[in-house]
């Protein structure tokens, strides 16, 4: 077992990446997931521990994003309340849900994770009113990304921005405000009930935390070189291969 403030290192350090990553388009947590079970954690703590840095992170960012006007707050907040259910149930869902199965239903989808890290994500260029948008089906899917994002949260960005420019056809900013601004909302009543349940790690979560905001503010200041990016990938792919093999064979 490594000594406590080394683990911490490792927490903040990866709350850093997590925190780029995250901004930038997403599966932040698919390194700090593993990170947080490496730590110690049961894989139902280190999901609900995750929470703190998402919601700092998202919160930071979705705030910079309503400033510089490329997302309208009230249409966020309408596609929010429409996730917040979903949300909900899959909190509720992953915490019934026996570790076996949750192990397992994680090694899975940190694998598709990985996979998504490798797909080019192509910003169209088109630029349209969020309000005068006619596309009722975004609603439904909003239900479906808020349960996924309540029960797991990994990957949840990469979704996101495949649906949003489905539905929506807006250009890569105004989906990452959007997106931000829909994860802040949500992730406030499913902390709440990871808390109720004692399914947090305070310490280690406030680490991540604090490595997530560094992460997010200077991801929204630096553009990352391509080779910057490409080695952050094969970092994240490495630990989630790792830590797949642990949890479905240990």
């Not at 350090?13 to 997590?18: N, T």
């Amino acid at each position: 077992m490594l000594p406590h403030w080394i683990m911490y290192l490792i927490l903040f350090s990866s709350g850093i990446i997590a925190g780029f990553v995250n901004i930038l388009a997403g599966a932040g947590s698919a390194l700090t997931l593993p990170i947080l079970i490496f730590s110690g954690l049961t894989p139902a703590v280190a999901n609900g521990t995750n929470r703190i840095g998402i919601l700092f992170e998202n919160v930071l960012a979705s705030h910079k994003f309503v400033r510089a006007g490329v997302v309208q707050p009230s249409f966020a907040l309408r596609l929010a309340l429409w996730a917040l259910p979903g949300a909900v149930i899959g909190a509720w869902s992953s915490i019934h849900v026996g570790s076996f199965w949750f192990q397992r239903i994680l090694v899975i989808i940190l694998g598709f994770s990985a996979i998504t890290l490798y797909l080019p994500i192509r910003p169209s260029k088109q630029v349209i009113d969020l309000i005068e948008n006619k596309s009722i089906a975004i609603y439904p899917i909003m239900v479906l990304l808020g349960f996924y994002g309540g029960f797991i949260q990994a990957g949840i960005g990469f979704l996101f921005i495949f649906f949003l420019r489905w539905t929506l056809r807006i250009n890569l900013a105004a989906i990452n405000g959007l997106k931000t601004t829909i994860i802040s909302a949500y992730t406030v009543p499913v902390l709440i009930i990871f808390v109720m349940q004692g399914n947090i790690a305070w310490v280690s979560g406030l680490f991540v935390a604090a490595g997530g905001i560094f992460g997010a503010y200077f991801s929204s200041k630096i553009t990352l070189s391509s080779h910057g990016e490409f080695w952050i990938k094969i970092m994240v792919t490495f630990v989630i291969l790792v830590m797949g093999i642990k949890l479905w064979y240990f």
